[in-house]
């Protein structure tokens, strides 16, 4: 008896700490992706890639502005135009609810080759997100 209950306290807490986590959504020119895939994209073009996030609780610690975008394990910035994808615009935020954020990131397919994109939000209080994506240029 004693076990089942252990099995569903632990059940309850890590159901419970994954439905805190973010709810991120991405769409690269109008198109949703989803993390874990590879994108292909044209040398030389521009791109959109919208970011929304919704903080799946309240009093969330971590800002909009504290998520960070890694091009290549490098931090992604205006400044940095030696990477492989050459941001165009700064990374600005816009709250649309309380709990609810986004931001446009416009950049530039400059090298070809393959990369890879990751977002994180470095969460202490609850469990976070870490995703990367896949990212080919030809």
């Given at each position: 008896?004693?076990?089942k ?28 992706v ?11 073009r ?25 091009l290549?394990e ?7 135009t030696?990477?492989?994808l ?13 709990r ?14 393959k ?22 240029v030809?």
């Open positions: 008896m004693k076990k209950l252990l099995i569903v306290v632990l059940l309850f807490v890590f159901g419970a700490v994954y439905s805190f986590a973010c709810e991120m959504t991405f769409f690269l020119d109008g198109k949703q989803v993390p874990g895939q590879t994108l292909s994209l044209d040398q030389g521009s791109y959109e890639l919208r970011v929304n996030f919704v903080e799946d609780h309240g009093n969330c610690p971590v800002e909009p502005e504290e998520t960070a975008f890694l290549a490098e931090k992604w910035k205006t400044t940095k030696a990477l492989p050459v941001l165009t615009r700064n990374v600005v935020w816009t709250d649309i609810s309380d609810e954020h986004e931001t446009v990131l416009v950049f530039t397919a400059q090298q070809t080759g990369t890879t994109l990751e977002v994180i939000r470095d969460c202490t209080k609850k469990a976070g997100y870490d995703e990367i994506f896949y990212i080919t030809k």
